[in-house]
């Protein structure tokens, strides 16, 4: 059974930063590419970055490029997720999303429960 | 990187069928045969419905369907049923630069 289980959520100042974790098993996590999904209280999705199954090719929405770096380790099965430079409007849960495909095409069959991340003074 | 365009809320009776659309451009939902759809109920993570435009995975009812013309998805439900009553959400492939983009989401209400 596919699992995702989000870790690291919490509230940090303005300004701060904050390092999410996504522990995943049930599957092969190097063969696919992962990402992180957004959900500001009460709005919609967003898709925020993605990594190719080795890590070696990242992607990042332009809200975040620059500011937050996604990362893997595949001798642990985890995924990373650094937020520095945090502003109020990255207050969300944030999601982990498994690709369906070995490609990355934004396609997520399994999905997180999410980690809430609360940026306030 | 702006986002696909849903109608907020749509709503129907048990047993009717009704369509959402979503509305992209010629980069991303009209160039890729990769919009996927997801529900979400309230307080839960998204569930993939429909994938590349109109494939379904295994274990979601065949009363989901989905479709393309030019910049515009679809997804539509027929026989409608209470647990129907989610948010829906496309979403599209938009090139190696901007990856990916999300609509804004619709609230669908079985009346």
């Known amino acids: 059974e596919v699992q995702l289980v989000e870790s690291g959520g919490g509230l940090v100042q303005p300004g701060g930063s904050l390092r999410l974790s996504c522990a995943a098993s049930g599957f092969t996590f190097s063969s696919y590419a992962m990402s992180w999904v957004r959900q500001a209280p009460g709005k919609g999705l967003e898709w925020v970055s993605a990594i190719s199954g080795s890590g070696g090719s990242t992607y990042y929405a332009d809200s975040v490029k620059g500011r937050f770096t996604i990362s893997r380790d595949n001798s642990k099965n985890t995924l990373y997720l650094q937020m520095n430079s945090l502003r109020a409007e990255d207050t969300a849960v944030y999601y982990c999303?498994?690709?369906?495909?070995?490609?990355?095409?934004?396609?997520?069959?399994?999905w997180g429960q999410g980690t809430l991340v609360t940026v306030s003074s | 990187q702006s986002a696909l365009t849903q109608p907020a809320s749509v709503s129907g009776s048990p047993g009717q069928s009704i369509t959402i659309s979503c509305t992209g451009t010629s980069s991303d939902v009209g160039s890729y045969n990769l919009v996927s759809w997801y529900q979400q109920h309230p307080g839960k993570a998204p569930k993939l419905m429909i994938y590349e435009v109109s494939k379904r995975p295994s274990g979601v009812s065949n009363r989901f369907s989905g479709s393309k013309s030019g910049n515009t998805a679809s997804l539509t439900i027929s026989g409608l049923q209470a647990e129907d009553e989610a948010d829906y959400y496309c979403?599209?492939?938009?090139?190696?630069?901007?990856?990916?983009?999300f609509g804004g989401g619709t609230k669908l209400t079985v009346l």
């Open positions: 979403c599209s492939y938009a090139g190696s630069s901007t990856f990916g983009v």
């Open positions: 999303a498994k690709e369906k495909d070995i490609v990355a095409t934004i396609t997520f069959d399994y």
